[in-house]
């Protein structure tokens, strides 16, 4: 008995895909976005504060040993800057509490002020 299955293999070549050699264009690398962060700053006043011994007790947002910066950002306006300076410079306590402020005699007024004047623009 003859059975007429077709054993037969198709015979279409399978095709091969050629790899191309040819690259896609390069991406341009993206730049990235500089983080805005409120510990962080390019403000003369924020280096000052940085390069002394201020962020041991202050921080931008959250008390620590003394006010927050927003805090007293918050309580103050620019007519206050040479009083805060002094204090700065001076040291003292009872505006926030009895922990006093050591004093920072090293500072010049005009650094104190730089000082303030970048605590204040924290103002929200
Ligand atoms: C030893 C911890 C300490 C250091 C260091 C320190 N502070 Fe203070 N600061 C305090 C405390 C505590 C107070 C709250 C004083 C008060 O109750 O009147 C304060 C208050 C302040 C105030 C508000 C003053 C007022 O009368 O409301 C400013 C502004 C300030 N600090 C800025 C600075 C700057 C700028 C530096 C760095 C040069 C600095 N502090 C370093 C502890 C500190």
């Not at 409120?38 to 403000?43: H, R």
């Not at 009872?94 to 103002?123: C, F």
Request: charged share 25%; aromatic share 4%; hydrophobic share 30%.
């Amino acid at each position: 008995m003859l059975l007429s299955c077709s054993d037969k293999k198709g015979t279409t070549p399978i095709p091969i895909p050629v790899p191309s050699t040819e690259q896609p264009a390069a991406q341009p690398v993206p730049v990235p976005k500089p983080v805005v962060s409120t510990n962080v700053s390019n403000d003369p006043g924020f280096k000052l504060i940085e390069g002394a011994d201020c962020l041991a007790c202050h921080k931008i947002d959250t008390k620590l040993i003394g006010p927050s910066y927003q805090d007293v950002a918050a309580k103050y306006t620019k007519t206050d800057v040479d009083q805060l300076a002094q204090k700065i410079i001076d040291g003292g306590k009872g505006n926030w509490g009895d922990i006093p402020m050591t004093p920072h005699e090293g500072i010049s007024r005009e650094d104190a002020k730089q000082m303030v004047k970048y605590i204040l623009s924290l103002k929200k």
